[in-house]
């Protein structure tokens, strides 16, 4: 039973570096959802999306992007990283509107 | 005020004694209710959805008062295993896109 899948689960990157984080879930799940995690702050939406082809902003988008081209991946991108995007990043889905978020595992960004 | 609140902690409990805590939640609008555990460094687990009447699982209890805009966990018979940081979860209505708000978190550190 994989779930929900993130990768990479680490990764290290320099300021104005570009990359792509993939959140895939085998759940058939309409909802995915971005989140980033830092001490003293909670967990905090990023992107999200209610279905495929779909994307919305949440809480605090500045500097990300999202893709939702396939039901089952929701894409994180960074296109310029600063150190205020180190974080832990994590990936939830839902099937249905009042069912629960299942989470991914997370990536753990640092950003030089 | 945030949306959703708890109180930091931590708490600290002796093993096989009772401890709750509190999420109050400003939206009284709000459909869905949960709580999350989640371990140092991990992924929020789904504990337990909260449900209006109230509901049991296992050492866990929760509770859910619309009046007072506030959801409550239990846990009886406190082991080891249970101290991790306690996540609560709210949709705040249907408008706002199925999305959850979780609040800051509760840390309960179990000792001998």
């Known amino acids: 039973n994989a779930g929900v899948t993130q990768t990479p689960k680490f990764r290290v990157l320099k300021t104005g570096q570009s990359m792509t984080l993939l959140c895939a879930q085998d759940?058939?799940?309409?909802?995915m959802y971005w989140y980033r995690q830092d001490p003293g702050m909670g967990l905090r939406l990023i992107h999200y999306?209610?279905?495929?082809?779909?994307?919305a902003k949440g809480e605090v988008p500045d500097g990300y992007n999202v893709s939702r081209l396939k039901k089952q991946n929701f894409l994180l991108g960074l296109e310029s990283a600063a150190p205020s995007q180190t974080s832990v990043y994590f990936c939830?889905?839902?099937?249905?509107?009042?069912?629960?978020?299942?989470f991914g595992d997370g990536t753990r960004l640092s950003i030089l | 005020r945030k949306e959703v609140e708890q109180d930091p902690g931590p708490f600290n409990v002796p093993e096989g004694a009772t401890v709750a805590f509190n999420c109050t939640y400003s939206?009284?609008?709000?459909?869905?209710f949960f709580w999350y555990r989640q371990d140092c460094r991990k992924e929020p687990k789904l504990l337990m959805s909260?449900?209006?009447s109230g509901n049991e699982d296992g050492r866990f209890t929760a509770q859910l008062n619309r009046a007072s805009q506030y959801i409550s966990l239990l846990i009886r018979d406190s082991k080891l295993s249970d101290s991790a940081t306690y996540l609560c979860?709210?949709?705040?209505?249907?408008?706002?896109?199925?999305?959850?708000?979780f609040g800051g978190g509760t840390r309960v550190l179990v000792k001998p």
């Open positions: 979860a709210v949709n705040p209505s249907k408008a706002a896109g199925n999305k959850l708000t």
């Open positions: 759940m058939n799940h309409e909802y």
């Open positions: 939206n009284s609008a709000s459909q869905s």
């Open positions: 999306s209610v279905g495929e082809g779909t994307t």
């Open positions: 909260v449900y209006s």
């Open positions: 939830a889905s839902k099937g249905q509107p009042n069912q629960p978020q299942h």
